[in-house]
């Protein structure tokens, strides 16, 4: 018979590590507009499109990062509780909660 062995606080710990990694990349995207700005006052035109070319790129894959983490530590966090509750409703029906 197969076992499952899950550690919700593992799975709780991944979620927040994630989190933080995507508020990280949220700062950096709000950066990257500071950044353009600057540039832009560069005053030479193929160094701030070069520039602008590479942040847009960047921003834009940081935006699916973003996006997916976001998703991915709800789900971690989600888990995490779905096996708290299923292990503490199974203690309680054994008797032993």
Aim: aromatic share 6%; with cysteine.
């Amino acid at each position: 018979m197969a076992r499952i062995s899950v550690n919700p606080g593992v799975l709780q710990d991944a979620s927040e590590h994630l989190r933080r990694a995507v508020a990280a990349a949220h700062d950096i995207r709000h950066e990257r507009d500071l950044l353009l700005d600057l540039v832009g006052d560069s005053g030479a035109p193929r160094f701030t499109e070069a520039v602008e070319n590479f942040l847009k790129k960047w921003s834009w894959g940081l935006g699916f990062m973003e996006r997916d983490g976001k998703a991915l530590a709800n789900m971690l966090g989600s888990c995490a509780e779905a096996y708290v509750e299923l292990e503490d409703d199974v203690a309680v029906r054994l008797g032993d909660g």
